[in-house]
Antibody
Framework: EVQLVQSGAEVKKPGESLKISCKGS????????IGWVRQMPGKGLEWMGI????????RYSPSFQGQVTISADKSISTAYLQWSSLKASDTAMYYC?????????????WGQGTLVTVSS | QSVLTQPPSVSGAPGQRVTISCTGS?????????VHWYQQLPGTAPKLLIY???NRPSGVPDRFSGSKSGTSASLAITGLQAEDEADYYC????????????FGTGTKVTVL
């Protein structure tokens, strides 16, 4: 069974750093792109970026380029999303999702989400 | 801001048919990129509903259907049920974003 399990909720202060994770199982982790999606409170979904764990090829949406870093450790089938200096506006739910091949390059499996709260 | 525009809300009585539009441009839907649809029930992660414009993953009821024409796509729900009350998002790719992805603005479906 394909699963993406994300790390737990985080409460941080502005200026702090953070790295959240997304562990894949039940499939060949290195063969599928993993995307990160932001959902701010009461708002819609936003495509942040995507990584191919097989060779760490990473692409960012222009809105998020330079704001976050996406990485992966294929040895432990885990993708990461990190911030070096959080802002209050980073408060959101963050989802990872697998971009599959059987369903037309859609996101076919999703993690449960990681809630990040940034507040002083 | 998203390059794919959806109506903020649609509503219908149980049993009725509702449609949700997803309007793009010549750099995304009109460029031939496929459109996918996701359903997000309250407090849960999104779920793939329609892929490749008009295909349903296994387990998705045939009450849900998708279509694409020109620079737009649509999701139709026939025989609306209470459990269909959710947010719906279209998703495609855009050549102005180096060919990477974009979501629609989202539509809240309310069952009256």
């Amino acid at each position: 069974e394909v699963q993406l399990v994300q790390s737990g909720a985080e409460v941080k202060k502005p200026g702090e750093s953070l790295k959240i994770s997304c562990k894949g199982s039940g499939y060949s982790f290195t063969s599928y792109w993993i995307g990160w999606v932001r959902q701010m409170p009461g708002k819609g979904l936003e495509w942040m970026g995507i990584i191919y764990p097989g060779d760490s090829d990473t692409r960012y949406s222009p809105s998020f380029q330079g704001q976050v870093t996406i990485s992966a450790d294929k040895s432990i089938s885990t993708a990461y999303l990190q911030w070096s200096s959080l802002k209050a506006s980073d408060t959101a739910m963050y989802y990872c999702a697998r971009r599959g091949y059987s369903y037309g390059l859609s996101f076919d499996y999703w993690g449960q989400g990681t809630l990040v709260t940034v507040s002083s | 801001q998203s390059v794919l525009t959806q109506p903020p809300s649609v509503s219908g009585a149980p049993g009725q048919r509702v449609t949700i539009s997803c309007t793009g441009s010549s750099s995304n839907i009109g460029a031939g990129y496929d459109v996918h649809w996701y359903q997000q029930l309250p407090g849960t992660a999104p779920k793939l509903l329609i892929y490749g414009n008009s295909n349903r993953p296994s387990g998705v009821p045939d009450r849900f259907s998708g279509s694409k024409s020109g620079t737009s796509a649509s999701l139709a729900i026939t025989g609306l049920q209470a459990e269909d009350e959710a947010d719906y998002y279209c998703q495609s790719y855009d050549s102005s974003l180096s060919g990477w992805g974009v979501f629609g603005t989202g539509t809240k479906v309310t069952v009256l």
